[in-house]
């Protein structure tokens, strides 16, 4: 498994500590606090930094697949998904939290179920369809959105609605472009 491969299955580790902080902490679980109690008042900041690192591998591992030739087919699936993973994981956390609207979450999450069904037609048909541009930008936004709202500043409130905004708009608009220049993959097996 090569380094680029090594950073996405890292990404997808962290989600357990990360949602251990941001419930636990917040739900006051018996368990949680007897073990973790003197972090408790630190859960947020632990819970972002341990966010922000996740999602600095996902830059980290493409470049170092592009510059050095190390693109997997692996890659091209895993990282997808460690990034829907990590992102869908902190959402629903912060549902439970009272920070996001369920509905939102709703979105982002069924056109993730949509494009790893697509991805699975198209895997059937010997084609891997890696990431484009606006699934790019819009894992990005959905990033900042999440940051945000772990760190849960009043004074940024009007600013974490904007990036909400923005992230639901691109997560349509990613879906949109991803399924009309992938429709060959439903029609006959091809793109």
């Known amino acids: 498994m090569n380094l680029p491969n090594k950073l996405t299955v890292f990404r997808v580790i962290l989600i357990i500590p990360f949602v251990l902080i941001m419930l636990g902490s917040h739900a006051q679980w018996g368990w949680f606090m007897t073990v973790f109690g003197g972090i408790a008042d630190y859960a947020d900041p632990i819970a972002l930094a341990i966010f922000i690192i996740a999602s600095l591998t996902d830059l980290l591992d493409g470049k170092i697949a592009r510059k050095y030739n190390l693109v997997t087919n692996f890659g091209k699936f895993m990282d997808p998904l460690a990034d829907k993973l990590l992102v869908c994981a902190a959402m629903i956390c912060l549902i439970e939290l009272g920070r996001i609207p369920a509905w939102i979450v709703i979105v982002i999450i069924s056109r993730e179920f949509i ?3 697509f991805r699975l037609v ?70």
Not at 132 to 145: A, L, P
Not at 158 to 177: F, G, H, N, P, R
């Open 122 to 191: 198209a895997a059937d048909n010997r084609v891997v369809i890696a990431a484009n541009y606006w699934g790019k930008f819009k894992t990005t936004f959905q990033m900042i959105m999440v940051c945000l709202m772990i760190i849960n500043i009043e004074a940024l409130a009007v600013l974490t609605q904007i990036v909400m905004w923005i992230a639901l708009v691109l997560t349509v608009v990613s879906l949109v472009d991803y399924l009309v220049k992938n429709r060959g993959v439903l029609l006959d097996g091809k793109i």
């Open 115 to 117: 494009i790893s069904g």
